[in-house]
């Protein structure tokens, strides 16, 4: 899977499950964290969607702005362990 | 009477190696911390407050996360007589410029002399405050201060103490709720603790389990007052790793043979929905005998959940408990499902809500499942009153009241809003609710009070967040709680009057509410919803109707079709 096709899954992941807001568009360096869009209730669903759909682990430690702040950070990260 | 340090010290010279609290802090090991360091600790805490100048009477602000340095402060701040209080940690999405506006407004109420915090923090911290024109005289760095020592008792202010003095301060979060800091007395703690112990039959096995914030009551006094001033084991850890990793709070229970926790409701759903298979193996939770649901709505529903999750690790279902509780009253008003589980009825619904009146179901008529929210504790006593302030019968709903010897002192500082809470010597709870010989229930608000997650949220702080917005003016935005089934808690809810139609500008309204809103709070801003002039509801002096505009917006989106 290309990062595209990722980003694709996640953002309307995060637009219609996280956001409730299903055509929302999400660009890939927006804020998802520093700017409370996936706030911490999410943060668990978001970690269980990413092993899920890409058979790649985040650590509980790792669910913070410092790991991953937007849709590209996060693509790398989960590309960086594929 | 004893006071908080008369019962410290009793610790200390009866049981000194006796584990009082283990703090566990993922990816390290458990931290078990004894009487006797407990309180070595904390005397380092008092030698630095004294080179400080920090005096007895004095209020002190911590600012810090789970950890023993929170423990040596907290400890520390009270064997010195000073009046501790925890202010909520900066988190990732709140602006720091709300957060400093927040704690400046706090140091204005409270009138603090002294400040704790980490030395990565001191900066934010220092930007808050007016050196020479505020009453902060120092702001002390955790890594600076003096070393755990001998305790001089002798010497401590705190044992110089009257079971009457303010021993704490306790706030809900955002600018109205932390300029209501609810003060208590020694005494009303005391009393409150050894009540509320009877009540949930406290006993030499009980270890007590939990993840709560400490700067809300549920954790404060439940999970950290009751268990370390009346000598039972504690096990905590931070809220902030908990709602990341929430199998830890089984584990931790499973390891230690917890016995007793408490939890808001949406606890029992996002645990047995967010935790993997493969982090519960060999984990037992037969040990817990008291889980009490407190602090927002509770709900069968979320109690059967967490049940058919976790029975197969030996939870038991007479462990699912239930408490009403309330800051003012120090904690708990009352506790449901200790000696028999926990009691529900089916009300009907069009009696509740037409006649207001909890009539029992009859045949097939829409009815609501309530849980009783238990009996009143030994020395609180509970009255459902009508709009007159005149007690009503069982099963009427009215506002509830409460008399009891565990009542805050006041609001510190606002004799204003302490007169306004009390009617004929009874205190106003804002609740909703009917009574059935003693078991109260609880079923709605009176007072506009949003409750996500157990954390109390004043609307007035998010409108006028939402009135920061380009294209919202003053007193044209409603703010309110919508209770959703699938979390278990309240969606907070932004409705704002808009002159333009346009799409494009709408969206950027609409974008830019949400984000002043869910950064400038504790909470996330979950639906906002932009209508023409005219549409929100007023009250007769001018402000907004919430309830009304909860009605009223409800009522269109089930016209629309959306369900919450």
Known sequence: ?82 | MPTFSDLLKAHYETKPNKVCVTILQGGQPDRPVTYRELVHGAAGYITTFTKNGIQPGDVILLILQHGIDMLYAYFGAILHGAIPSIMPFLTEKLLPERYRADLAALVSVTQPTSIITYRDFETEVRAALKPGQDSVKAVIVSDQVDGPCLPDFPSFGGLQRKPEDIVLLQHSSGTTGLQKGVALSHQAVINQLNDYGKAIRLNDSDVFVSWLPLYHDMGLIACWLMPILLGYPLVIMSPFEWIRAPYRLLQAVSRYKGTLSWLPNFTYIFCAQKIRQRDLEGVDLSSWRSISNCSEPMRWEAHQTFYERFRELGLRYEALTTCYAMAENVFAVTQGGIDAPVIFEDIDQESLQVDRVARPRKGYRPAIRMLGAGKSIPNTSVSILNTEGDPLPDRHVGEVALKSNCMLVGYYHRPDATEKAFINGWYLTGDYGYLVDGELYITGRKKDLIIVGGKNIYPQDLELLAYEVPGVHAGRASAFGIFNETTGTEDVVIVAEVESSDPAQQQKISDGIRATVTRGSAVALRYVHLVGKHWLVKTSSGKTARSANREKFLKEMQEKGQEF
């Open chain 1, 1 to 82: 899977m290309d990062g595209n096709e990722m980003r694709d899954i996640l953002a309307s992941y995060l637009a219609k499950d996280v956001m409730k807001q299903p055509n929302r568009v999400i660009q890939p360096d927006e804020a998802l964290l520093t700017s409370g869009l996936i706030d911490s209730f999410h943060l668990v669903d978001l970690a269980l969607f990413v092993e899920d759909n890409f058979g790649v682990h985040i650590d509980d430690s790792e669910l913070n702005a410092s790991t991953f702040d937007n849709l590209s950070g996060l693509i790398a990260l989960i590309q960086s362990r594929q």
